[in-house]
């Protein structure tokens, strides 16, 4: 992984290729590289970022290309190791995980193929290279050279002298793009946006040919199909960083917006429908039993936030599951549950293969949570809500959780609605509460100046600990991720009155220790949490409410929200931590868009 452009035009590709990858930068890598058909094969790659490839390619002219972000899974960074990858008169790109490529590899070398990388992916060059020995086609050469293939793949593959570029996916996104002067392919929309709106997003088995004046598709049955063609409505200016400095800070400033056109379809609803998940909710949410949350990463901290509501509301019994371990656990099938899986960019690897995991075990009453709308595990599951929180660049994720807990919270009503556990008063309150969601959010951006100053007394710290209770003790787990991601502090979080189950022993004047207060049932007993902290010498960063009754003393500084916002609280607390996390970053100096060893989209296990 990470990124793919791949492009055959009338016009000098090159451009289209660099900028592509420029856009898909936000997916973490390590290299860059491209091939070009002009009319001989040239290679050029750079270990670093696109900004040094673009240098290198300056002066070239294209009529045929292909391009690749590579994020390492096999090899470490280095120019031997970055895409693309040649066999003879062919290059080739790829996203994914090769399980099978040791045994091929040994079929190859004993072939008499030399490899110069320590890829998976030069693997796949040779073994289509091999194949053209007796199929001198290349589309055909290519399905039968990836039918051998086992795993996740996404590639593109050009050979010389051919005039066409040959794509193919299993698991790991690839899409085309249908433009006025010639067709092209990528990981992501946002490459493509520069010159076409109009996608077509492949399925699994699918391979692809790509000229000039056409494109044919055939499926994993190998027979022709025609996939629809989708006019995107990405703006490209909402993949730009405008005013801001990093996309990280735009994006946890685009919050409000995001969270009003989320809840859009709620504006002037006076009951909370079952329709908004789909036009078979009515029936799927009335027959559910209990439900399955299964995420990875911030999701999965989404997620555990949900539970709190479906217990308290619904009354269902949920549980929640990392995504990589639920796969590969023996569990207990339930085909009266509710599996949701949870995923900004809705082709999460374990997520997805989770969720085809469920369902081979008859669990079929699914719900995509996404923030995509033709991504794969969205088209994975019988029921979506889509987030529409737009395009998010930066790694650390924020505008997309925030978006999925209005989401999950919209479920949570749902489903007590259907149960006959929600009030005519509760309804109208929960209603209100979220309309007005967007602006207590906006409220929150405002102590920014005062998160500036907090950022800059513990930043040349090595560790935080973070502390909740209740359902805001998944918001310390994701305020500490949030500072680890990408200051690079090593950040933990517990429940408060584990405190002193273990961690109490690292509380020192050196560990600053960030908690969140909201006025709730459990105040009294965090503030004893508080307490405890400070006799051994802690210095503590707290969050309230504004009338959460904690007074700053030495040792214990207090921001406080504008307002308490009792059940949706998560969402405006988790606002200050990622503007903490932000600014102890930009103290520190590191790339807050692009953290180290992190990929956006996670498309391998």
């Known amino acids: 992984m990470c990124g793919i452009v791949a492009a055959v035009a009338s016009r000098n590709v090159v451009p289209v290729l660099v900028e592509g990858l420029r856009k898909l930068e936000y997916r973490g890598y390590d290299s860059a590289g491209l091939a070009l058909c002009n009319p001989t094969l040239t290679r050029l790659r750079s270990v670093g970022r696109v900004a040094e490839l673009a240098i290198q390619v300056e002066g070239q002219t294209a009529h045929l290309g292909i391009a690749h972000t590579r994020w390492a899974t096999h090899g470490v960074p280095s120019e031997k190791n970055a895409h693309p990858h040649i066999s003879g008169g062919l290059a080739v790109v790829h996203n994914g995980i090769i399980e099978n490529y040791a045994a091929l590899k040994q079929e190859l070398l004993a072939a008499g193929y030399v490899f110069t990388s320590d890829t998976d992916t030069e693997v796949i060059a040779h073994l289509i290279q091999a194949t053209l020995k007796t199929e001198p086609d290349l589309f055909l050469a290519v399905q039968q050279a990836t039918s051998q293939l086992v795993g996740a793949y996404a590639i593109a593959v050009l050979g010389e002298g051919c005039g066409r570029i040959i794509v193919a996916r299993q698991v790991a996104p690839l899409l085309l793009g249908i433009g006025a002067d010639g067709n092209y392919a990528a990981s992501d929309a946002s490459a493509l946006l520069q010159v076409t709106r109009h996608m077509i997003y492949l399925e699994d088995g699918d391979v692809a040919e790509l000229g000039q004046d056409g494109y044919r598709i055939v499926g994993a049955d190998r027979t022709a199909v025609t996939r629809e063609v989708h006019e995107s409505t990405l703006s490209a200016d909402a993949v730009e960083l ?4 990093h996309y990280m800070q735009k994006e946890i400033f685009e919050q409000p917006q995001a969270l009003a056109t989320t809840l ?68 207990v099938p339930d085909a009266a549950q509710l599996v949701v899986a949870i995923s900004q960019s809705g082709e999460t690897a374990d997520t997805l293969a989770s969720i085809k995991h469920a369902k081979s075990l008859g669990m079929h009453k699914t719900l995509a949570i996404c923030n995509v709308p033709e991504s794969a595990i969205v088209r994975e599951c019988a029921l979506r809500f889509l987030t529409r929180a737009g395009p998010e660049i930066g790694v650390a994720s924020t505008k997309a959780f925030t978006t999925q807990l209005a989401a999950l919270f919209l479920l949570a009503a ?84 584990e405190l002193k189950h273990g961690p109490l022993a690292l509380v020192d004047k050196n560990m600053p220790v960030i908690s969140i207060a909201p006025n709730d049932t459990l105040l009294e007993k965090l503030k004893s949490n508080l307490k405890e902290v400070a006799a051994r010498g802690g210095e503590l960063y707290v969050f309230a409410d504004a009338d959460s009754q904690v007074e700053p003393e030495p040792g214990l500084h207090i921001l406080r929200l504008p307002e308490h916002y009792g059940a949706l609280s998560p969402v405006l607390h988790v606002v200050p931590l990622q503007l903490l996390a932000y600014h102890a970053a930009l103290v520190k100096g590191t790339d807050v868009d692009k953290p180290r060893n992190l990929a956006k989209s996670v498309t391998v296990e």
């Open 264 to 331: 859009e379809m709620i504006g002037g609803a006076q009951t909370f429908s079952a329709n908004l998940f789909g036009a078979s909710a009515p029936d799927v949410l009335r027959a559910v039993k209990s439900v399955l949350i299964i995420a990875c990463g911030t999701s999965y901290h989404a997620g555990l936030v949900a539970r709190y509501w479906i217990e308290q509301f619904a009354g269902l019994p949920c549980a929640v599951e990392v995504a990589s371990e639920y796969r590969y656990r023996v569990s």
């Open 414 to 497: 749902t489903l007590a609605k259907q149960g006959g556990r929600l009030s005519a008063e509760q309804e109208v309150a929960h209603l209100e509460a979220l309309r007005h969601l967007p602006v207590a959010v906006q409220k929150v951006l405002a102590l920014e100046p005062g998160i500036v100053q907090w950022a800059s007394l513990f930043a040349d710290k090595q560790h935080a600990l973070f502390l909740g209770r209740g359902h805001h003790y998944p918001i310390a787990l994701e305020g500490a991720l949030k500072l680890k991601e990408i200051s690079y502090i090593h950040a933990e979080a517990y429940p408060a009155g």
């Open 242 to 245: 405008g005013e801001y400095r």
